[in-house]
């Protein structure tokens, strides 16, 4: 099983479209996972058949043109609301994204397997929810949740978080669902080009996630590494895995919270060109 592994990473989606788009020429994936923002990706495109490649590059490269009004818009007393409220800034216009964007007849139709995570406000634990999952769309939802800047989404009697918080990229997710080729893409570069200095609060808020978010990913990436290398020496009751990073060189410039189709266009040609190298090489 060929498996296509999205990483979190906020309003930087776009280099995501790019690399699918270039990868997308020679290979096919079955099944699709994502924490976060690549959540979303992940979904669109787990409800197109295999034979609908061109229907679903449509529906992803749509994701292009969203701007910071299709996703979140102020409390009307800004900021401050979030004093009193759970998150500082109101997330419904992602629900009605994802909502119009994500068909569970679709997603259950496709044959395509689909994980997106989210995390447990409560326990810190990551709850994983698939094609088949009812409440699918909600929890695309929670998996995009930012703890304290977008609504956290109560399912059932939990309520839940970003997947990014514990989960940068759901490695292991894909092994354990049997894939056996998995392609992981990651919207952060290596944690030493990151490039100049923040410049202000929020871009060293934002580079501080960067920083741990891609220490939990090398963690995953290394222990599915080592079981790969235990299989292949012949320890009984482990399976070989190819593993396969595309990630940008350097860091993908982006506001913290704003999203401008420009800036998504950019990281879109980013991607393609990363993807391009990756997929020849392969």
């Known amino acids: 099983m060929r498996a296509l592994v999205f990483g979190a990473g906020g ?15 020679h290979e096919t994936f079955d099944a699709y996972l994502g924490s976060s923002a690549g959540a979303l990706c992940a979904a669109i495109l787990a409800q197109y058949k295999s034979t609908e ?8 490269t749509s994701i292009l043109s969203l701007s910071t009004a ?9 900021l401050v609301s979030g004093a009193w409220k759970p998150s500082l800034v109101d997330s419904s216009p992602l629900r ?4 119009k964007n994500v068909s569970k007849a679709r997603l259950r139709e496709s044959g395509k397997r689909l994980i997106v995570g989210a995390v447990d406000s409560v326990t810190g634990e990551t709850t994983t929810f698939t094609e088949q999952s009812p409440n699918i769309v909600e929890g695309i939802m929670a998996s995009c949740a930012v703890p304290g800047v977008f609504d956290p989404v109560k399912i059932g009697s939990q309520t839940y978080w970003d997947a990014g918080t514990r989960d940068v990229a ?16 990651i919207l952060t570069p290596e944690a030493r080009k990151f490039g100049e200095p923040p410049k202000n609060v929020f871009e060293a808020v934002n580079r501080a996630v960067d920083i741990q978010s891609a220490e939990i990913l090398e963690g995953d990436l290394a222990m599915t590494d080592f079981v790969s290398r235990m299989a292949s020496s012949g320890l009984p009751g482990k399976r070989a895995v190819a593993t396969r990073v595309i990630r940008p060189k350097w860091e993908l ?26 997929s020849d090489g392969k």
């Open 53 to 60: 490649l061109d229907n679903a590059l449509v529906h992803l």
């Open 11 to 25: 309003m930087r989606i776009g280099y995501h479209v790019g690399v699918f788009h270039a990868l997308s020429r």
């Open 253 to 278: 410039q982006a506001a913290l919270l704003e999203i401008h189709p420009g800036v998504s266009r950019k990281h879109y040609e980013i991607g393609l060109v990363d993807g391009r190298a990756a």
């Open 170 to 185: 759901p490695v292991r997710a894909a092994v354990r669902m049997g894939a056996d080729d998995v392609t992981v893409v």
């Open 70 to 78: 299709n996703v979140w818009r102020p409390w009307p007393l800004g």
């Open 96 to 99: 009605d994204l994802i909502s």
